[in-house]
């Protein structure tokens, strides 16, 4: 257990160090959930299979933001119906460096009676009676039960057991420095989908699932309709009603990218603009959308000056208002950290 939360804790201050400057939304990876000899939900008549719904699902969408944005690199964790391991799928995005994770998923139910779209982020339900320990709780163990058919999977995830309720405690010690912006994806996304081929909206929820612990960027688990609803099932049967799921999630991408972009861009302080105090200089060391406690590491010992910036806050050290003295600085605070970089900035 020491171990695990060891590695927990190494990937947070991993996290923070690569979350800063990210000026653009120009990678994202699209997750078809299953494949392979994992078929995930199956249609009660056995005729049709999740993996390959979700696969024809995230292809139409990779398309259309590949045409949409030829600098976007996309990239799918598969193009084919294979299986690729949850940890294998949130590495192949963190390798990829991503902006975003979109991972699609169809749901089911033991009874034929829910239906709808849902949207999913890291998390865990305060309510023991109503959410995570009840409906979500099978949920969970649906999509996290993939790691049983990989070899020997209790040594390769830390003698995590998906049918185990105290095996997600691990995931609630993992706090998830992109919920706010995995939100808003997540917030424009059921928005886009409402009035489409699959009606109903079963809103927001926050869930353990495995492959949203492991990725460091903005994720969202999307499940659009149920397998195990006779209405939902007949209009994922239709390519058409695909292209029109992938369709409204491309327009869902679309106003978030430009949210992203639009927000650590326009809110910057114009540098024409010549504040009372003058101009100040020093390291930055890191930008993120939570607050981080002054006296933690990745701060080198240094006191930060917190600027914000859209829905950011840039952290930095050695700030003076001579050059010259903040440039020494700089160079002693690049031998422990060498990704920092040297900033000016007013008001």
Known sequence: MKRAIHIILLSLVLTAFTSYGQITLNSVVIDPGHGGKDPGCISPDKKNYEKTMTLDISVRLAEKMRKAYPDLKVALTRTKDEFVSLDDRAEFANRKNA???????????RSTGPNGYSLHLLGQSSNKNKDLYAYNMDVCQRENSVILLEDDYSTKHE???????????????????????????????????????IKSNRGIWQNPFYVLWKTSMPAVLIELGFMSNSSDLSVLRQPANRED???RIFQAFKEYKSH??????????????????????????????????????????????????????KYIVGVSSSKEEAMKMYREIKKKNSECFFVEFEN
């Open 245 to 247: 799921l992938a369709e």
């Open 260 to 313: 992203y972009d639009r927000t650590l861009t326009v809110n910057a302080v114009p540098s024409s603009v010549a504040p009372s105090g003058g101009k100040l200089y020093g390291t930055q060391i890191i930008a993120s959308s939570k607050t981080i406690p002054e006296n933690s590491p990745v701060f080198l010992g240094y006191e930060p000056y917190k600027v914000k910036a859209g829905g950011l806050t």
């Open 159 to 197: 003698g995590f057991d998906p049918s185990d309720p105290e095996s997600y405690i691990f995931m609630v010690l993992m706090q998830n420095s992109n919920l706010e912006q995995s939100l808003k994806f997540a917030e424009t996304a059921g928005n886009c989908l409402a009035g489409g081929p």
């Open 99 to 109: 902006d975003l994770f979109i991972s699609i998923h169809i749901n089911a139910a």
